[in-house]
């Protein structure tokens, strides 16, 4: 049709341009002045309709693309699984090499310790055992998660599966092999638009991981950080303006040191109570801050002897984002914290001579100042420090101070792609002033996708 009318269109100028100059007054001629004019007006129209419809094209082509390779504003890559309902996938590769120094003691053997920072592992002694800088690699920590999001009837119910490699498996020999391990697994029932129930395994909401600051180290202010992860049921309701509460029974687990009374083991899981948590998430201008309290049952019972007692414990931990970009973050907690606080380094309480229960208090903390040099240049300080007043009647070997500085420095080409080398100090110390020191130098490659 297009053709058609193009032609038309040519022929009719072309006559009109053969035509003898006597004829432009005739009828005959106007007719066909007003003819072209018609096939002109036709003309725009088609051409205006064929540009309409590229362009539509073109969007819905770009929609299409969106939902196979993930659209950045909507948070990754995603797939279109039905009308209702999108998978997200994503995580990154993140390698590390380190060269350790454990400057009293023996250097622990092949474990979690050559790959992270565990502070209760720092040994302790004499420096004279010392045997100089190690070197190990890994690329443990890499991660990987799937999440999905469903509109339905009775509100937004999404899910979260995370993994890592951090579980351990083969050997450096041959394989190098890694075992996955479950980091998350939940579901979220966002029932309406301020309040969700969530269940399942994630971090603890005693925790605010927000708070953590960039780190070459897999954690970073290990030694006065709260981190764990555990089974939970949370209800959270949103207040408005950033603002909310959350209420949560979490997985209980007591942890005990002995010093006799023929009490055998150090772990139990013998609790009748679940931890009890709240958490309120405050926001005001560039500052956001979690304070949380802890209620949880502590004791034991091996069949003979039977100990129960409460713990209580508070943290406050947060960001304050300065205005040329760079950040303040850090944390403070007191209490029956035990398990709770730097990779479980202090006992929840101990078992004295006599069979009877007595409770640790601990208090932790971190303060950590991020520099940015350029958009892609930038350093982080951290400064992470944890002390126990142990229970009476344990034994003075039982850790009673940890600590660690990290400083780095990292370097993004491109937003998803960061290099790093972060220089490490961590100390150990027990009741009875035995120490030992670490000092960790580490590099790091990571892209995530």
Not at 190 to 213: E, H, I, R, V
Request: proline fraction near 3%; charged fraction near 20%.
């Amino acid at each position: 049709m297009k053709r058609k009318l193009v032609a038309s269109f040519c022929a009719g100028l072309t006559a009109m341009a053969l035509a003898p100059q006597t004829a432009y007054a005739s009828p005959e001629l106007e007719a066909k002045v007003k003819a072209l004019e018609e096939q002109l007006a036709a003309l725009k129209t088609m051409i205006l309709q064929e540009k309409q419809d590229r362009q539509q094209e073109a969007v819905k082509l770009t929609k299409e693309v969106a939902k196979i390779s993930g659209d950045p504003k909507q948070g990754g890559n995603s797939i279109s699984l039905s009308p209702n309902t999108t998978l997200s996938y994503g995580g990154f590769i993140k390698y590390n090499a380190m060269y350790d120094d454990y400057q009293d003691g023996a250097t622990p053997g092949a474990s979690v310790a050559s790959r992270i920072l565990v502070p209760s592992l720092i040994p302790v002694g004499d420096s004279s055992s010392s045997e100089g800088f190690e070197f190990n690699s890994d690329v443990a920590t890499s991660r990987f998660f799937f999440k999905t999001s469903t509109d339905t009837s009775a509100g937004k119910i999404n899910s979260y599966v995370e993994l890592d490699f951090l579980a351990g498996g083969g050997d450096e020999r041959v394989s190098n092999s890694n075992s996955a391990r479950i980091r998350h697994a939940v579901l979220d029932w966002k029932y309406s638009d301020d309040s969700s129930l969530l269940a399942g395994q994630t971090w603890s909401t005693f925790f605010n991981p927000g708070a953590l600051p960039e780190s070459v180290e897999f954690i970073g202010p290990t030694a006065g950080t709260i981190f764990n992860r555990q089974q939970q049921v949370r209800w959270t309701k949103g207040l408005g303006g950033g603002n909310s509460l959350m209420f949560s029974i979490e997985n209980p687990s007591t942890s005990l040191a002995e010093a006799g009374g023929g009490i055998s083991g150090s772990n139990f899981d013998d609790n009748t109570l679940p931890d009890f948590i709240a958490r309120y998430n405050g926001k005001s201008g560039a500052h956001s801050y979690a304070i949380s309290g802890l209620a949880r049952e502590i004791g034991f019972d091996n069949g003979i002897t039977s100990e129960k007692d409460l713990g209580f414990a508070m943290n406050i931990a947060g960001k304050y984002v300065l205005e040329n970009g760079n950040d303040i973050r850090y944390s403070f907690a007191h209490g029956n914290l035990g398990r709770y606080i730097a990779l479980n380094a202090f006992r929840d309480g101990g078992i004295d001579a006599n069979g009877n229960l007595d409770l640790t208090t601990v208090t932790g903390g971190y303060f950590a100042y991020r520099h940015k040099w350029s958009d892609k240049w930038r350093s982080t300080l951290q400064l992470a420090y944890s002390s126990a007043d142990l229970a009476d009647g344990l034994a003075s070997t039982n850790t009673e101070k940890v600590s660690n500085i990290n400083l780095n420095l990292m370097y993004s080409p491109t937003p998803k792609l960061s290099f790093g080398g972060e220089i490490i100090q961590a100390s150990r110390e027990l009741e009875n002033g035995t120490d030992g020191d670490l000092t960790r130098l580490q590099f790091t490659a990571k892209y995530g996708f």
